[in-house]
Nanobody, 124 residues
Framework: VQLVESGGGLVQVGDSLRLSCAASGGTVSRYTLGWFRQAPGKEREFVIA????????ISEESVKGRFTIFRDNAKNTVYLQMNRVNPEDTGVYYC??????????????????WGQGTQVTVSS
């Protein structure tokens, strides 16, 4: 499946931002779709994911209560809603897809298909 992210940009602390991940060549409802981010000088890390059945998992305490993921099957698109952003949210955000039956949904290596990423910069 091919994935294209959009919606990144420069925002202020406390703002909201919605990232989109449009899929082609596959149906988003058949995969686990995850969002990862990579800050400068750091490894790519898991943020949040949604499974085939609609179950979601979110990673660290720093994003709980602020980030959500949802899927629009009609548009074959997955979204990352980011609220009350802070400078630690700065990074390149990637959308990725994996077979729902294989691998651990929080593991980077479990995902087979990746988008090109979209930059999010939070200014204080």
């Amino acid at each position: 499946v091919q994935l294209v992210e959009s919606g990144g940009g420069l925002v202020q602390v406390g703002d909201s931002l919605r990232l989109s991940c449009a899929a082609s060549g596959g149906t988003v409802s058949r995969y686990t779709l995850g969002w990862f981010r990579q800050a400068p000088g750091k490894e790519r890390e898991f943020v949040i994911a949604i499974t085939f059945s609609g179950r979601t998992r979110i990673s660290e305490e720093s994003v709980k209560g602020r980030f959500t993921i949802f899927r629009d099957n009609a548009k074959n698109t997955v979204y990352l809603q980011m609220n009350r952003v802070n400078p630690e949210d700065t990074g390149v955000y990637y959308c990725a897809a994996k077979d729902d039956r294989v691998g651990v949904m929080t593991d980077v290596v479990a995902y087979d298909d990746w988008g090109q990423g979209t930059q999010v910069t939070v200014s204080s």
